[in-house]
């Protein structure tokens, strides 16, 4: 049976935060102790690799993990060393990814301290991979334990320098986008985001941490179906909005669900839910009011932000190019919020 990712019900908000557990497989016999700080272990060949590689990001929504996402990442890493980054949690990972076919080896590190994130056996490792994937469990670990540190540099490197696929899923996706709600407070629910856009829990991070291509100014959330999150993405757009003055550009990503973009912007949709582009509609549609202590107001003739839909497929046959925020094999429609009330248009 699959890995099925548990989620933990310690009361609605532990329910409603940015969170994946690993994956349920046991651990393959031939898992063994890796030499690197923090490791968990390692299943595949312990000696490192060069193979070449093709750069690229996985956003995936939480839940059960999509297959076709990790294959995916597999084929652009050539063949080497994949790696799981992770704050909580067990190797669970290495059997399954290792279990997929086609990579050296694939090893899973625990980093839950800003000592080990600065530590240079854990910078040598993350350079060293092919392809690294962060598991779910909360953002506000990875902000706090990694920001600014050499596993930061590390990513960036091997994503940007490197050219070697990154991804991530729930809290691992939430940390791509060039803006990320960091939930260092606690989480927030749709309701309570546009009841109050600056509700004490609203802390979005921006330009400081991933430097993933083909995200400026966009944030990204999952679970999108589970609870529903379209409310609170809309209110961290608008508040990109207003504080930032951007034109904000939102990812939502329902579970069972991953977004597969290329080097070049094109990312195709994997997996049985669908994947959301929000565009706030053109540089004058910023919310009419975005204030604390007051219900979002971002109308605009029923109007105020762009959206696309695009189902996900076995094959990832429809895509979305962040190139040029145009997309094939989906549907459009507007969001907006009527005096804290999030409504569709067509």
Not at 29 to 52: E, I, M
Not at 79 to 103: C, E, H, K, P, S
Not at 124 to 143: D, L, P, W
Not at 227 to 252: E, H
Request: with cysteine; aromatic share 10%; net charge negative.
């Amino acid at each position: 049976m699959r890995h099925l990712l548990i989620f933990a019900t310690a009361g609605l908000a532990s329910l409603a935060a940015c969170q994946a557990d690993s994956p349920a497989v046991s651990p393959a016999s031939t898992s063994y102790p890796a030499p690197a700080t923090g490791s968990l272990g390692l299943v595949g060949d312990a000696a490192d690799v060069s193979r070449p590689t093709m750069g690229g990001n996985v956003l995936m929504g939480g839940g059960t993990d999509v297959d076709a996402a990790f294959q995916w990442m597999i084929s652009k890493s050539g063949g080497g060393d994949f790696l799981i980054l992770r704050a909580t949690g067990t190797d669970a990972y290495n059997a399954y990814v290792y279990g997929l076919g086609g990579v050296n080896s694939c090893e899973t590190l625990l980093i839950n301290s800003r000592t080990l994130a600065n530590d240079p056996q854990v910078e040598a490792k993350i350079r060293g991979a092919e392809a690294v994937f962060i598991a779910g469990g909360n953002q506000a670990n990875y902000v706090n334990y990694w920001k600014d540190t050499k596993l930061e540099d590390a990513l960036n490197y091997v994503r940007n320098t490197k050219q070697c696929p990154i991804g991530g899923t729930s809290a691992g996706n939430a940390i791509e986008g060039r803006y990320y709600y960091s939930a260092l407070n606690s989480t927030v629910t749709s309701s309570a985001a546009l009841a109050n856009p600056y509700d004490s829990n609203i802390t979005i991070g921006a330009n400081d941490f991933l430097d993933t291509p083909y995200l400026t100014n966009t944030i990204t959330d999952t679970h999108f179906n589970n609870p529903d999150r379209r409310g609170r993405l809309v209110t961290f757009m608008a508040r990109m909005s207003k504080d930032d003055g951007i034109v904000p550009r939102g990812i939502g990503l329902d579970e069972l669900t991953a977004l597969c973009i290329d080097a070049n912007g094109v990312g195709k949709v994997f997996g049985t839910g669908t994947a959301f582009f929000l565009q706030q509609n053109g540089s004058s549609n910023y919310p009419e009011r975005c204030v604390s202590g007051s219900s979002l107001d971002w109308y605009r003739s029923q109007r105020a932000v762009t959206v696309y839909k695009v189902p996900g497929t076995a094959t990832g046959t429809n895509t979305f190019d962040l190139s040029t925020w145009t997309g094939t094999g989906g549907s459009a429609q507007y969001y907006y919020v009527n005096r804290g009330s999030l409504a569709i248009s067509y």
